[in-house]
């Protein structure tokens, strides 16, 4: 008799195993990192320059809170600096990876992608440029910032097609563009937006046409975070996939735009020293 009362306790404690395991391993809190100066994905808050703001910064929020998982996002500075940081450990996550293959043998990809980051075609208002289709940038000089992202194929096509004018950033070949110096930018959907209405072009240019890119921006976990289990990774990747569906990415990235736009106007209302 005790020997099979104890059996089914035994029984019983080897049932609750998985749970208990998963308990014990469930992260209470990350801290996370990427582009301080990618609107309006990511940018350094000006308000607290240790930490980032953004709409991959609020979405991550959002995600991770519905798991009941506390997020800090720092700045870590230059972008190579960030990557570095999550790579060793002493940051869980990067918010805006491109995919890269290099970069899978010390971070775990959460797809869906957070972001789908649409390049299109930006022109002044009054261009002749005719475009119906990537090859058509061809008969063109374009603009294209250092730091964009684009995927390897879209990549390799315009390194060996186009006429792009490297820039330091989106501001400068935005620059190139309204002073004539070429006839178009490459420039994602709502970065783009980001950087006209907060330099208040958006009047003198223009997104023509269906995008020409469409690189994803993803959540990266590194092998070195604590918090690297399957459960969060299996949790996160449900909660990426809701996202699109739900229609709260796009408000999210429109009400960031006019968050840049309104700290870019209080930058040049501020008065000069």
């Known amino acids: 008799m005790l020997l099979r009362k104890a059996g089914r306790?035994?029984?019983?404690?080897?049932?609750?195993?998985?749970?208990?395991?998963?308990?014990?391993?469930?992260?209470?809190?990350?801290?996370?990192?990427?582009?301080?100066?990618a609107p309006p994905y990511a940018w350094q808050d000006p308000q607290d320059p240790k930490h980032?703001?953004?709409?991959?910064?609020?979405?991550?929020?959002?995600?991770?809170?519905?798991?009941?998982?506390?997020?800090?996002?720092?700045?870590?500075?230059?972008?190579?600096?960030?990557?570095?940081?999550?790579?060793?450990?002493?940051?869980?996550?990067?918010l805006d990876m491109p995919l890269q293959v290099e970069q899978l043998t010390a971070m775990d990809y959460l797809h869906p992608p957070l972001q789908l980051?649409?390049?299109?075609?930006?022109?002044?208002?009054?261009?002749?440029?005719?475009?119906?289709?990537?090859?058509?940038?061809?008969?063109?000089?374009?603009?294209?910032s250092e730091r964009a992202r684009l995927t390897p194929a879209f990549s390799a096509f315009a390194k060996a097609q186009l006429d792009l004018a490297p820039?330091?950033?989106?501001?400068?070949?935005?620059q190139k563009l309204i002073l004539g110096q070429v006839d178009y930018v490459l420039a994602g959907r709502f970065s783009g937006m980001a950087m006209t209405q907060g330099l208040g072009m958006s009047n003198d240019l223009i997104a023509r046409g269906l995008p020409v890119?469409?690189?994803?921006?993803?959540?990266?976990?590194?092998?070195?975070?604590?918090?690297?289990?399957?459960?969060?990774?299996?949790?996160?990747?449900?909660?990426?996939?809701?996202?699109?569906?739900?229609?709260?990415?796009?408000?999210?990235?429109?009400?960031?735009?006019?968050?840049?736009?309104?700290?870019?106007q209080a930058q040049a209302d501020a008065p000069k020293q």
């Open 52 to 94: 980032l703001i953004g709409a991959n910064v609020d979405l991550l929020r959002q995600v991770l809170g519905e798991l009941g998982i506390s997020v800090e996002v720092l700045n870590a500075g230059r972008r190579d600096v960030a990557l570095q940081e999550v790579r060793s450990g002493r940051m869980d996550l990067l």
């Open 167 to 174: 820039a330091q950033n989106l501001t400068q070949a935005f």
């Open 9 to 37: 306790g035994l029984a019983c404690m080897l049932a609750l195993l998985p749970a208990l395991a998963m308990a014990a391993g469930k992260c209470e809190r990350l801290v996370a990192t990427g582009s301080p100066d």
């Open 117 to 144: 980051n649409e390049y299109l075609v930006w022109t002044r208002h009054d261009a002749s440029l005719v475009y119906d289709g990537p090859a058509d940038l061809a008969k063109y000089r374009g603009s294209l």
């Open 213 to 264: 890119d469409r690189p994803g921006l993803y959540l990266a976990l590194s092998h070195n975070s604590a918090c690297n289990d399957a459960w969060l990774r299996g949790q996160l990747a449900k909660k990426l996939t809701e996202l699109p569906i739900s229609g709260v990415s796009e408000a999210v990235l429109q009400r960031n735009v006019e968050r840049w736009e309104a700290q870019m």
